[in-house]
């Protein structure tokens, strides 16, 4: 297979983002692709074959010959063999290295401007739907649930003349290993929890109503237990509100994680009351989450409702507190995988012996729609 061409995640995210015409051809099993894909991908239904050697198994498969193909699978392997056949159909092909392991950490960011001094970038991990927040005001800023490398945020930071001043968790994650420790420490920013978070090393306790003073904006602290007992949401005066995995623009968190049924429904309760506190908030409240429930398209905008329309577009918002409990335990959608090790490692803020990309993978499940 030397003749064939490999391409990396941020290359295929640049190309990918500039609008250069590539077919891109997803060869994995339908189940993984249904669980997170890259969106403007193609499908074939071959993986079997091409897992058994078969040199025949994309005969069937026909594309413009102009265009440069992309194959993937999950961790960049077999997706050359897919790529030695086609370019001997003579299609001009490249192997994503590394597979949707690596894509996972493909990323790309959207902005919002509040008012004249408060700036808002969304750090968007396309695969996943994980979302961070990068927020200034008058040169100080503050990051939001972490999920890539520190280099990341600091260089957005510089690039807009910033200094990250506050970083902060909304909650103690479950489906990825938060970055938010080792920022604090990259940055020399002061690293916030809410009081209650039961880690293993040292931060900055907020307690409920508390203020973050940056620049000439504030940030203050609302608990919103429910998906975790811990988890917060952060309101900006200026009206915007940062839910973490509490609510989302496309459903709400899922209240049993590491927990027995009653312990879920005790959770689903905590939910509930939470969302009530949040929909006491003015309705013009724009709601920036932690996650999609799905990939995010290469070209979607900010991730971002308005409250009352959300109240519209999520039915368990208008439930009552007996039928939203029933409603969550009965929808609940299947465990992360190595939620485990996930939420492990972010209660000890250790990584230094894991592979992430293997941890990592897959769709986040938080959400419930």
């Given at each position: 297979m030397e003749s064939v061409k490999t391409i990396d995640?941020?290359?295929?995210?640049?190309?990918?983002?500039?609008?250069?015409?590539?077919?891109?051809?997803?060869?994995?099993?339908?189940?993984?692709?249904?669980?997170?894909?890259?969106?403007?991908?193609?499908?074939?239904?071959?993986?079997?074959?091409?897992?058994?050697?078969?040199?025949?198994?994309?005969?069937?498969?026909?594309?413009?010959?102009?265009?440069?193909?992309?194959?993937?699978?999950?961790?960049?392997?077999?997706?050359?063999?897919a790529a030695e056949i086609l370019t001997q159909r003579g299609y001009s092909v490249f192997s994503l290295e590394g597979g949707m392991k690596a894509w996972n950490y493909a990323w790309n960011t959207a902005e919002m401007q509040v008012g004249e001094n408060l700036s808002i970038i969304q750090v968007r991990r396309l695969a996943k739907g994980c979302l961070s927040y990068l927020i200034a005001s008058e040169g100080e800023a503050m990051v939001i649930d972490a999920n890539l490398d520190p280099e990341v945020y600091l260089q957005l930071a510089q690039e807009k003349g910033w200094k990250?001043?506050?970083?902060?968790?909304?909650?103690?994650?479950?489906?990825?290993?938060?970055?938010?420790?080792?920022?604090?420490?990259?940055?020399?920013?002061?690293?916030?929890?809410?009081?209650?978070?039961?880690?293993?090393?040292?931060?900055?306790?907020?307690?409920?109503?508390?203020?973050?003073?940056?620049?000439s904006s504030r940030v203050v602290v609302l608990h919103t237990p429910g998906h975790t007992d811990e988890s917060i949401s952060f309101w900006l005066e200026q009206g915007v509100l940062f839910t973490g995995d509490t609510l989302f623009t496309d459903g709400i968190g899922r209240p049993d994680l590491k927990a027995d049924e009653q312990k879920a429904r005790q959770k689903a309760k905590a939910l509930f009351m939470s969302l009530q506190k949040?929909?006491?908030?003015?309705?013009?409240?724009?709601?920036?989450?932690?996650?999609?429930?799905?990939?995010?398209?290469?070209?979607?905008?900010?991730?971002?409702?308005?409250?009352?329309?959300?109240?519209?577009?999520?039915?368990?918002?208008?439930?009552?507190?007996?039928?939203?409990?029933?409603?969550?335990?009965?929808?609940?959608?299947?465990?992360?995988?190595?939620?485990?090790?996930?939420?492990?490692?972010?209660r000890s803020g250790d990584h230094a012996n894991y592979n992430l990309a293997d941890l990592e993978a897959g769709a986040n499940r938080c959400a419930i729609q």
């Open positions: 995640a941020h290359t295929l995210n640049a190309w990918l983002s500039s609008g250069q015409p590539i077919s891109l051809l997803d060869i994995r099993p339908m189940k993984e692709r249904m669980e997170w894909r890259i969106p403007p991908s193609l499908h074939i239904d071959a993986y079997d074959q091409l897992k058994a050697g078969n040199d025949e198994s994309l005969q069937a498969l026909y594309l413009d010959k102009k265009t440069p193909v992309v194959t993937f699978c999950a961790g960049g392997k077999l997706s050359l063999f990250i001043r506050h970083v902060a968790d909304t909650h103690v994650h479950a489906d990825y290993v938060s970055r938010t420790k080792e920022l604090a420490l990259a940055s020399g920013a002061t690293h916030y929890m809410l009081e209650q978070a039961q880690v293993e090393y040292p931060f900055t306790p907020l307690k409920d109503g508390e203020g973050i003073e940056l620049g949040i929909l006491l908030l003015d309705p013009a409240t724009v709601i920036l989450p932690a996650h999609l429930a799905t990939s995010l398209g290469l070209h979607q905008g900010l991730v971002a409702e308005r409250l009352d329309n959300l109240v519209n577009k999520i039915p368990a918002l208008e439930l009552t507190i007996e039928e939203f409990v029933q409603t969550l335990l009965d929808k609940l959608p299947p465990t992360p995988p190595n939620y485990l090790a996930i939420s492990a490692i972010n």
